[in-house]
């Protein structure tokens, strides 16, 4: 009986970690400031905050909105059929590893692998696509 509590004590520490590991972007408290600079690299495809579209949809009022549904782009079908509610934890995992997240996608970004980047990014979005 110790045996299965031992295991299943270190069962949920590792899972505990891989879990703390992908929420670190939320957990480390973003710089929205810094995240202004970062989305300089998201400026060439996605609006911030009036709406228009360009090479990918407007990010205006992307916190809260589920994916696929910004009336006035064309979608992929993977991103339509995903239905995520865009939140600090969907967007971190997706910005991390867009294709992994919504295999079929057509955001022509590679995954931005610095959590803190996503972090920023996340607080400036949260802050300035309204």
């Known amino acids: ?31 929205a400031a810094r995240g202004k600079s970062v989305y300089a690299r998201c400026a060439a495809c996605h609006d911030l905050n009036t709406g228009a579209t360009r090479l990918g949809p407007s990010l205006k009022g992307v916190m809260g909105r589920t994916s696929g549904t910004m009336p006035s782009f064309n979608y992929s079908p993977a991103l339509k059929s995903k239905a995520i509610v865009w939140d600090a934890s969907s967007l971190d995992q ?30 400036f979005l949260a802050q300035s696509a309204r």
């Open 1 to 31: 009986m110790k045996r299965i509590a031992l295991a299943c004590a270190a069962s949920l520490a590792v899972a505990g970690i891989a879990l703390a590991g992908s929420a670190s972007a939320q957990s480390s408290g973003g710089d």
């Open 94 to 123: 997706f910005l991390a590893a867009p294709a992994t997240m919504v295999p079929g996608n057509r955001m022509a970004f590679p995954p931005m692998t610095n959590a803190q980047d996503r972090a920023d990014l996340i607080a």
